[in-house]
């Protein structure tokens, strides 16, 4: 899926713009049979069992419900629908991990930044149910963690800014979706392409293909339901790198006594995998 990442600082309207652009999207794409769909981190929070004030007091918490998230998207990720990440995302490092997630599976992304004067939320944020607010201390200290997105990063690039008066810029957002090239992964997350039609080399390069994917996910954060690019199998957790090639090396022993074809060696490699981890 094509990923459109939300941010901003708290209650400076990121979900009520992620419903815009739903359905502008579902609109624009009804006739395409394509799905838009939102990944929320508020649902993620609620569906961790935690309190917002809570949640956000706690590194641990944090880091364990972004980790979900970002294993949430890698299994959704495609070229063909579009994915709305509905979150703070006020970490720079991990905006640009979902910017290296996309390179991998070649999909385009952009971002989306709602930028309210603290004031104006602090008064939205009065506002809302007692349930869904933030206290003093959580809000003043979302804000000052806040690292805005700058257009001359490219992992927040392409980026449109808009305020709370602002209409959504609705068809550019298209265009810098849908009337792009796909970009290319990087050379860390790439995985080389097949040059041959010798058995025993396809072996050797699909199953190091696997491997490579499995590595660039760990790098990533990414440590269970592994999509595998190119394929429709995934791994379901992982090991230490010594214990993928180990399991590697078996499997290549293996296969060579018993070759199969060359379409199914990627998911009998993760088979494999998924059974020995």
Request: proline fraction near 4%; include cysteine.
């Amino acid at each position: 899926m094509p990923l459109i990442i939300v941010t901003g600082g708290p209650c400076s309207g990121k979900t009520t713009r992620s419903l815009e652009l739903k359905k502008y999207f579902e609109d624009k794409l009804k006739d395409s049979g394509q799905n838009v769909e939102i990944i929320s981190e508020h649902d993620a929070i609620i569906k961790a069992g935690y309190d917002r004030n809570v949640f956000y007091a706690d590194s641990k918490k944090e880091k364990a419900v972004r980790s979900a998230i970002k294993s949430d998207i890698q299994r959704r990720l495609n070229t063909r629908d579009l994915l709305i990440f509905d979150g703070s995302n006020y970490i720079k490092g991990y905006r640009y991990e979902l910017y290296c997630m996309t390179k991998l599976y070649k999909t385009p992304q952009c971002t989306i930044y709602c930028d309210l004067p603290v004031e104006c939320a602090w008064l939205w944020n009065d506002k809302r149910i007692e349930s869904d607010r933030y206290n003093r201390e959580i809000f003043d200290s979302l804000v000052v963690r806040y690292e805005i997105p700058d257009s001359k990063n490219r992992w927040d690039y392409p980026l449109f800014a808009i305020t709370s008066e602002d209409e959504l810029m609705c068809n550019e957002i298209y265009k810098s979706l849908y009337e792009v090239k796909s970009p290319k992964p990087n050379q860390s997350t790439q995985c080389p392409p097949l040059a041959s039609t010798n058995y025993l080399y396809e072996l050797d390069t699909i199953t190091k293909d696997v491997i490579n994917a499995i590595l660039s996910a760990q790098r990533l954060g990414i440590n269970n339901d592994i999509k595998i690019p190119g394929s429709n199998v995934t791994v379901q957790c992982t090991g230490t790198p010594a214990k993928l090639m180990r399991l590697r090396r078996q499997f290549l022993t293996y296969s060579k006594m018993q070759q199969s074809g060359i379409d199914q060696i990627a998911a009998l490699f993760v088979q494999y995998l998924n059974k020995n981890l």
